[in-house]
Antibody
Framework: EVQLVESGGGLVQIGGSLRLSCRAS????????MSWVRRAPGKGLEWVSS???????FYTESVKGRFTVSRDNSENTLDLQMSGLGVEDTAIYYC???????????????WGEGAMVTVAS | YELTQASSVSVALGQTARITCGGD??????VNWYHQKPGQAPILVIY???YRPSGAPDRLSGSNSGNTATLTISGAQAGDEGDYYC????????FGGGTKLTVL
């Protein structure tokens, strides 16, 4: 069964760090485009970061220099290292698999259940 | 690239709801739609403008023309309530702001 399961969420102080992990089953994270998406309280979905099958990484402007996305081939996980956290980073973080059906236009066909990150003083 | 959605749409039970997504020359892109219910992860309901993933009800359909893409929900049910997001691929992922659907 194709599945994504996040872990690592929790409460962290302003300026602190946290590492999220997303374990994949049923497929290899290294062969797919993968993304992190978040939803802050009262807000809509926001794309955070992506890592492509060739290893290229991309970030939304507000997290550049603070967040790092990576993959662990042996564990088949997608990770998000977050540092310099602020209250604006409080959100549910979802990992998602990107597919394109060979069209070149990507959509998120598999989502994890989400991990809550709360940044407070 | 920016996508624009109305913040809310209401529809009577059993009637047809239309949720729109606007963007510059949007018809040149491939639009995807996600449905998110409270407390749940988003799920893909339409991809590549008008394809339904397996398991998605055939009451949902999509179209994309000019600067507007439309998600149509026929025979709206209580279970259709929630937030709907359009999304395109522009080298990165781009989401619309989301539309809250209420079934009256």
């Amino acid at each position: 069964e194709v599945q994504l399961v996040e872990s690592g969420g929790g409460l962290v102080q302003i300026g602190g760090s946290l590492r999220l992990s997303c374990r994949a089953s049923g497929f290899s994270v290294t062969r797919q485009y993968m993304s992190w998406v978040r939803r802050a309280p009262g807000k809509g979905l926001e794309w955070v970061s992506s890592i492509y099958s060739d290893g290229g990484t991309f970030y939304t402007e507000s997290v550049k220099g603070r967040f790092t996305v990576s993959r662990d081939n042996s564990e088949n996980t997608l990770d998000l290292q977050m540092s310099g956290l602020g209250v604006e980073d409080t959100a549910i973080y979802y990992c998602a698999r990107l597919d394109d059906g060979n069209s070149g236009f990507y959509y998120m066909d598999v989502w994890g259940e989400g991990a809550m990150v709360t940044v407070a003083s | 690239y920016e996508l624009t959605q109305a913040s809310s749409v209401s529809v009577a039970l059993g009637q047809t709801a239309r949720i729109t997504c606007g963007g510059d020359d949007l018809e040149r892109k491939s639009v995807n739609w996600y449905h998110q219910k409270p407390g749940q992860a988003p799920i893909l309901v339409i991809y590549r403008n008008n394809y339904r993933p397996s398991g998605a009800p055939d009451r949902l359909s999509g179209s994309n023309s000019g600067n507007t893409a439309t998600l149509t929900i026929s025979g709206a049910q209580a279970g259709d309530e929630g937030d709907y997001y359009c999304q395109v691929w522009d080298t990165i992922v781009v989401f619309g702001g989301g539309t809250k659907l209420t079934v009256l």
